[in-house]
C-alpha cells in the first residue's frame, strides 16, 4: 500500500513540475556578449562612387551586437574635403573598439597624418564625425620636426587645433643670417 501511495505521488509530482516554466538564467547571460561574426586576417574598404574613403586592416575582427572588436588593427581614412591640405590619416593599435562613431583605440596607438604629424600614445578615443580625438594618458607627437609631449591631448583634426596638459614643446628654429 505504501508503495502505490509513493508512485502516486511521484506521478502527481512529475505531472504538476511539467506545467511549472523553466528560466536558464546562465545561457541568457551567455548570450548577452557572444559574438556574432569573427573574422580572421580581414580587408574592409568603404567605397563611394568616387573614390576608397576607408580602409580598415585587422589580424581578429569581432562583431558583437552592440560593438566591433578588432585586433593589431590598421584604420587609413582618406582625405575627402577638397579645403584639407592632407591626402590621409592612419590610425593604429594593438586593440580597437569600435561603437557607432566613437573608436577608443588601447595600447601602442599611433596616429599619422600624411608625413608631418604623428601621435603616439597608450590610449586614444576617437569620433569619426567630429573628427575630435582625445586622450587622458601620456603621448609624445611630432609636428612639421617640432615635438610635443604632455599627458592629455586634445585634437581637433577639422578646425586644426591642439590643446595639450602638462606640456613640454619643442620648436625646431633654423636660423638665417
Known amino acids: 500500500m505504501a508503495i502505490k501511495i509513493f508512485t502516486f505521488l511521484l506521478l502527481i509530482l512529475s505531472v504538476g513540475y511539467y506545467f511549472v516554466p523553466v528560466e536558464n538564467i546562465k545561457k541568457d547571460e551567455l548570450d ?20 576608397i574613403n576607408r580602409i580598415v586592416y585587422a589580424t581578429h575582427a569581432i562583431k558583437y551586437k552592440d560593438r566591433d572588436e578588432m585586433y593589431n588593427a590598421d584604420i587609413i581614412l582618406k582625405n575627402t574635403d577638397e579645403t584639407k591640405d592632407f591626402k590621409s590619416e592612419k590610425l593604429k593599435a594593438k586593440l580597437i573598439i569600435k561603437n557607432g562613431n566613437e573608436y577608443t583605440l588601447i595600447d601602442n596607438v599611433k596616429y599619422t597624418r600624411d608625413d608631418f604629424m604623428k601621435l603616439n600614445t597608450n590610449e586614444l578615443f576617437y569620433n569619426d564625425i567630429t573628427k575630435i580625438a582625445t586622450n587622458t ?20 583634426v577639422n578646425n586644426d587645433f591642439v590643446k595639450a596638459n602638462n606640456t613640454h614643446f619643442e620648436i625646431d628654429v633654423i636660423k638665417k643670417n
Do not use: C, Q, R, W
Open 32 to 51: 548577452k556578449d557572444m559574438p556574432l561574426v569573427i573574422f580572421e586576417s580581414s580587408f574592409m574598404y568603404t567605397i563611394n562612387e568616387e573614390s
Open 137 to 156: 594618458k601620456p603621448f609624445d607627437a611630432v609636428y612639421n620636426k617640432h615635438f610635443l609631449k604632455g599627458d592629455t591631448i586634445y585634437l581637433d
